[in-house]
């Protein structure tokens, strides 16, 4: 059954060299050596080994030339690792109606603060508004490789939206946090404990609490266009 295409991007084949730091790395592009912008805060060291063939898209202006968006994963189709387009994908299959828990819910607002955090989406249901956050699942586990997992490393941050939508929730609010497993083939979500026992803790707090949890999945394909995976993957937290 083909999958749902969300939109295409302007992809360049490259080959991931090494991270110079947090948000640059080196790629190889038609055997030239550049800099491209990395907007994925988590190691991602299963994927940034030296040599492996990744997707890059051209950027202007800064000090990067390219945006390294997403890396071969199974066959032919890709791994996306940037959180600009995974945002992006996700949105565009919220307005297509593809996402069956956002069914008939509109994003309102974007980036919003509440408490001492700033959570990624303000939705507008039939029902009423809730607040929800986005996290990016791109570590893949489980003796098939069916899981997305997230986080891959320590995350503060992660923690503090997690404390804000428990909060929101015992104070009667709806609220939710879901996650995109930006990889093929994968069926299921669960947080990885070794990369953080603390927010593994607070998603079971937050679920307990009311907080709804949902995960989706997309891949890249090689011609730059991204397709919806799977709507809804099964929740293990």
């Not at 090689?222 to 397709?227: A, H, K, R, Y």
Request: with cysteine.
């Amino acid at each position: 059954m083909k999958k749902p295409v969300l939109m295409k991007l302007d992809v360049v084949p490259c080959k991931f060299i090494e991270r110079l730091n947090r948000f640059v790395a080196l790629v190889e592009v038609n055997g030239e050596i550049r800099k491209a912008l990395v907007t994925n805060t988590g190691r991602l060291e299963e994927f940034m080994v030296e040599g492996r063939k990744a997707f890059c898209t051209p950027k202007s202006g800064g000090k990067t030339d390219f945006v390294l968006v997403a890396f071969e994963d199974l066959g032919d189709k890709g791994a996306i690792i940037d959180t600009r387009t995974q945002a992006k994908a996700f949105e565009r299959a919220v307005e297509l109606g593809l996402v069956p828990w956002l069914k008939d819910c509109s994003i309102k607002r974007k980036e919003i603060t509440v408490g001492k955090s700033r959570l990624d989406y303000l939705f507008e249901c039939p029902g009423g508004e809730f607040y929800a956050e986005m996290k990016s699942a791109v570590l893949r586990g489980g003796e098939r490789g069916e899981y997305a997992m997230y986080p891959d490393c320590p995350s503060v941050r992660g923690q503090k939206h997690i404390r804000e939508l428990i909060e929101l929730s015992s104070s009667g609010k709806r609220a939710m946090i879901f996650f995109i497993g930006a990889m093929p083939s994968v069926e299921k979500f669960k947080p990885y404990e070794k990369g953080d026992p603390e927010i593994a803790r607070l998603l079971k707090e937050a679920k307990k609490a009311g907080v709804e949890v949902y995960a989706l999945s997309i891949a890249l394909l090689p011609s730059g266009e991204i397709t919806l995976e799977s709507p809804e993957l099964e929740i293990e937290v």
